[in-house]
């Protein structure tokens, strides 16, 4: 069946970093345009990164345009979410999401920015 798996994620001080993976199963991955989303406390879920099947095009959310980076490796089956001087606002739990079928999410990696 379709699977998303996340990780990476973890405790970082205001302006670390982190790299998020999410590999995908079960369905034909080069074939699907990929997205992050996050979710804070008492906060709907929010789009942060978008990137085509093939890579060749990526989109981001104002709040995270040129600190975030979203890449994929087809070979791998892998999307990743570099992420680059965090601020506390970037504290959520980040999911990647797949169109495939009728939709499917990964379970969520916690991503704390806190000094």
């Known amino acids: 069946q379709v699977q998303l798996v996340e990780s990476g994620g973890g405790l970082v001080q205001p302006g670390g970093s982190l790299r998020l993976s999410c590999v995908a199963s079960?369905?034909?991955?080069?074939?699907?345009?990929m997205r992050w989303y996050r979710q804070a406390p008492g906060k709907e879920r929010e789009s942060v990164a978008y990137?085509?099947?093939?890579?060749?095009?990526?989109t981001y959310a104002d709040s995270v345009k040129g600190r975030f980076t979203i890449s994929r490796d087809n070979a791998k089956n892998t999307v990743y979410l570099q992420m680059n001087s965090l601020k506390p606002e970037d504290t959520a739990v980040y999911y990647c999401?797949?169109?495939?079928?009728?939709?499917?999410w990964g379970q969520g990696t916690q991503v704390t920015v806190s000094s």
């Open positions: 999401y797949s169109g495939v079928g009728r939709g499917a």
């Open positions: 079960g369905f034909t991955f080069s074939s699907y345009a």
């Open positions: 990137i085509t099947s093939t890579g060749g095009l990526t």
